[in-house]
């Protein structure tokens, strides 16, 4: 099969990109497709309103055969100090021939524009179902970094599992306040100091800077990101905190009331005290007047969040691998 031809995907030209459209956790959510495609392209359209945002396209004889769109990420490139770029969307039309070839191309593609627009690193988030685009990742030398598993719950299915009410003897739950920051940060220090996530298995960034960023994460949270953390309290001393998002204004704007767990952490010092089932009953309470579903993830060997989720009647819903790849020595 001869190689595609690329051009630039921009707002001009979106309805060549309308069939990729899609919606995460909607094997859940069950949106008709109109409202799925309505909600991507305004999302789609936004990203590409970004000068730094860039997109392709792959034709041939006419015919949209893959497409992908990739997207500073500021944050990290602040902790950083680098040129961090995530690729947003990626992908290749259902139903094709040569698709691992395909995706070959497209792959190369995006680390060719994405190099010579001076970027040191990209990211790519595949579902684990997507083989042909993580072939494509591989051969072009992305390395895997880990492996979530996101969870959703179903409000509208009936009432949490457990004693909302329960909180472990010794603990009381309350709101953060601006002057728990430090605190927040220091718990973080020491709950993900020997985490297991993509930023600590990535050689290049290290276990010390892999640990700042979660101790900046929830810094954001705290400072505006996040619209509600609680806190566990033990004494004066806070001993963990949870995170929560409600649905985003996109979201909202097309009638998907999808909320967000985004983080939690517990204090070593009270690991296996029941500190993560109560803030995400409380949490989880909180978020339930303004959210139909509230989704999170965690990673493929965290057994414990899983299992404190499924008792809580959360439900698997999917899959994902991170993939990283440094452009620059």
């Known amino acids: 099969m001869a190689a595609p031809a690329f051009s630039d995907l921009t707002s001009d030209n979106l309805e060549l990109v309308r069939d990729f459209a899609s919606l995460s956790f909607n094997n859940v959510l069950k949106c008709p497709r109109a409202q799925v495609e309505s909600r991507w ?19 041939k004889d006419g015919t949209t055969l893959a497409f992908a769109i990739w997207a500073p990420l500021p944050w990290e490139s602040a902790l950083l100090g680098k ?50 685009i993580i072939h494509a990742l591989e051969s ?42 430090e605190s927040l940060v220091e718990v973080a220090r020491a709950s993900f100091a020997e985490h297991f996530g993509r ?50 204004a996109l979201d909202q704007r097309h009638g998907i009331r999808l909320g967000h767990f985004s983080i939690a952490g517990v204090h070593p010092d009270f690991f296996g005290r029941g500190i993560f089932g109560a803030l995400t009953r409380d949490g989880m309470e909180r978020l339930r007047s303004s959210a139909d579903w509230i989704e999170g993830p965690t990673h493929i060997d ?7 989720w499924l008792r ?18």
């Open 41 to 59: 392209m305004e999302e789609v359209a936004e990203l590409l309103s970004n000068e730094h945002t860039a997109g392709l396209v792959a034709e």
């Open 83 to 132: 040129s961090m770029r995530g690729i947003k969307y990626i992908g290749v039309a259902s139903g094709m021939r040569d698709t691992d070839f395909i995706a070959d191309k497209l792959v190369g593609e995006v680390v060719y524009r994405a190099s010579a627009r001076d970027a040191a690193f990209l990211l790519c988030k595949t579902t684990s179902a997507d083989t042909a």
């Open 140 to 181: 072009h030398g992305f390395l895997l970094m880990d492996t979530l598993l996101n969870f959703i719950f179903d409000f509208r299915a009936g009432g949490q599992k457990g004693d909302v009410s329960h909180v472990p003897e010794g603990f009381a739950l309350r709101l953060a306040k601006a002057s728990d920051i």
């Open 199 to 248: 930023f600590h298995a990535d050689p290049r960034i290290g276990r010390a800077a892999a640990t700042r960023i979660y101790e900046e994460w929830i810094r954001s949270c705290a400072n505006g990101w996040a619209d509600c953390i609680l806190v566990a309290m033990h004494g004066d001393r806070i001993a963990g905190y949870s995170a929560w998002k409600k649905p985003s």
């Open 302 to 308: 965290d057994r414990a969040v899983q299992r404190g």
């Open 312 to 329: 809580l009647g959360w439900q698997i819903a999917g899959a994902q691998h991170s993939f990283h790849k440094w452009l620059k020595p």
